[in-house]
């Protein structure tokens, strides 16, 4: 039986990520792409953990594969926690990565360089077939820059500063990134929980 691993994504920029930091466990991933017929799961939980179980339990029944579901979002201290769980859709139900951005630098504009604290958070759900799921979490702490900076990555690389960092995430090395990163600190804890499926699906 083939180790193969359904992601609960049409992105394929967060694809890339995971197949990179997973690449060690010899596993065949798959996307949400090359299942046309599965619907992606509405992001309607009221917290990243709530999110995460929804897409991951509905895409393993529906597909009777091991799958791994992730929420992640930016949590800015000095605006309550916003965007939090709707960082995707910050500015909008169609906005994009350039929208949200803005519409987070604008929110930001008369806030000192201090008071800028805030983290990136992800969420990660493991399901089997069955619906038993796990989750795992990770943080990067870290501040707002007052511009953006760099082409790599994804949503609000441009704008985060790790902590210990210069630069923002767009502008690190996507091995250095994978390091640090919410999502980065999540596989690594998931990668046990990964194995462990798999023995027991064998």
Known sequence: MPRELLLATRNRKKKLELQEILRELNLSIITLEE???LAEVE????SFAENAIKKAVFTARASGKVCLADDSGLVVDALGGQPGIYSARFAGES???????QKLLKLMEMIEEDQRTARFVCVIALSDAQGNVQTVEGRCEGKIALVPAGKGGF???????????????ALLPSATKNLISH????LEQA????????????
């Open 183 to 186: 999502r980065g600190k999540a």
């Open 155 to 169: 949503g609000y690389d441009p704008l985060f500063i790790p902590r210990g960092y210069t630069q923002s995430f």
């Open 191 to 202: 990668r046990p929980l990964i194995e462990r499926l798999f023995q027991g699906s064998t």
């Open 95 to 101: 906005a994009g990565d350039e929208e949200n951005n």
């Open 43 to 46: 992001e309607d939980g009221n």
């Open 35 to 37: 299942l046309p017929s």
